[in-house]
């Protein structure tokens, strides 16, 4: 597996696992009627700003992990046109996602409902996002184009 097939890998992993248990979290919290009241924005903001760390500690512990269960050595690694076309592809597709869900966070606020819905579905475009970015990269690394 090479070193960019890995991080997508990695990334898809850290992805499920962190904004997984993100959902799980904020769905607890609307059955406990905790983002019901004045505070709840200031409730879920403390209920998912362990996010960003948590992926990126995720992260760092998968890639070394990975990197030992393959035995991999530290060698320079070039990145190619290919893998730079991958990339933007990736990122076209975690744009257009993200661009949909920050469009129908607006529309939620348009019509009227509550400050805490918009703030869910901007959270889970994000994800979304980032998650349909990196299989595109993945599924472009095995199809090979």
């Known amino acids: 597996m090479s070193p960019e097939e890995r991080a997508c890998v990695v990334a898809i992993v850290t992805n499920l696992l962190v904004n997984g248990y993100a959902v799980v979290r904020v769905v607890q919290l609307y059955l406990d009627g ?8 200031t409730v ?4 998912v700003i362990w996010v960003v760390p948590a992926a990126i500690v995720l992260t760092i512990v998968l890639n070394v992990l990975l990197a ?4 991999d050595r530290a060698l320079p690694h070039v990145v190619d046109e290919r893998d730079r076309q991958f ?7 975690t744009l257009v996602v993200v661009g949909l869900g920050y469009v129908a966070m607006l529309g939620t606020f348009a019509l009227g409902w509550a400050a805490i819905v918009g ?3 901007l959270l889970f475009a994000f994800a979304f996002g980032d998650l349909s970015g990196n299989a595109v990269r993945l599924a472009s690394y ?3 184009g």
């Open 44 to 47: 879920w903001a403390r209920a």
């Open 142 to 144: 095995r199809i090979g």
């Open 119 to 121: 703030l869910n579905v």
């Open 34 to 41: 905790a983002l019901a009241g004045d505070d709840a924005v």
């Open 68 to 71: 030992k269960a393959n035995r």
């Open 87 to 93: 990339q933007l592809r990736g990122m076209g597709v």
